[in-house]
C-alpha cells in the first residue's frame, strides 16, 4: 500500500556532506510526521531528526548544527542534508513515517535502509 524509499547514502571522508532522500509513494491520504533513524553495528537505533507536515523539527542532540531536515508535502518527500560529518555518524540511516493514513487505514512505514560511512 505505501513504500517508502531512500537514497543518497554512501562514502564520504570527515567533514564532507551528504544529502538523503525518502519518498514515499502509494495509497496515501495524509502524513503527519517523517523522520529519520540511524543505527550503528553494536548499537541501539536512535532517532536523528524528524518534522511534521505543518514544519515542526526535532533533532538529536548530537546532529543539531550539522543536519538539517526538510519536508516537501506535495511530494511526500524529506531530506535529511548531512555536512561536518563525523565517524560516528557511520550507521545506517532509515527513514520513518508513523501513523500513515491510507484509505486502508493506518499504518507506520519502514524504508529499507541506506548505508552512510564516514571514513578517510
Known amino acids: 500500500q505505501v513504500r517508502i524509499v531512500e537514497s543518497g547514502g554512501g562514502l564520504v571522508q570527515p567533514g564532507g556532506s551528504l544529502r538523503l532522500s525518502c519518498v514515499a509513494s502509494?495509497?496515501?491520504?495524509?502524513?503527519?510526521?517523517m523522520g529519520w533513524y540511524r543505527q550503528a553495528p553494536g548499537k541501539q537505533r536512535e532517532l536523528v531528526a524528524d518534522?511534521?507536515?505543518?514544519?515542526?523539527?526535532s533533532y538529536a542532540d548530537s546532529v543539531k548544527g550539522r543536519f538539517t531536515i526538510s519536508r516537501d508535502n506535495a511530494k511526500n518527500t524529506v531530506y535529511l542534508q548531512m555536512s561536518s560529518l563525523k565517524p560516528e555518524d557511520t550507521a545506517v540511516y532509515s527513514c520513518?513515517?508513523?501513523?500513515?493514513?491510507?484509505?486502508?487505514?493506518?499504518?507506520?512505514?519502514w524504508g529499507q535502509g541506506t548505508q552512510v560511512t564516514v571514513s578517510s
Open positions: 520513518y513515517a508513523p501513523r500513515v493514513i491510507t484509505a486502508f487505514g493506518t499504518s507506520d512505514y
Open positions: 502509494g495509497s496515501i491520504l495524509r502524513i503527519d510526521v
Open positions: 518534522i511534521t507536515s505543518g514544519g515542526r523539527i
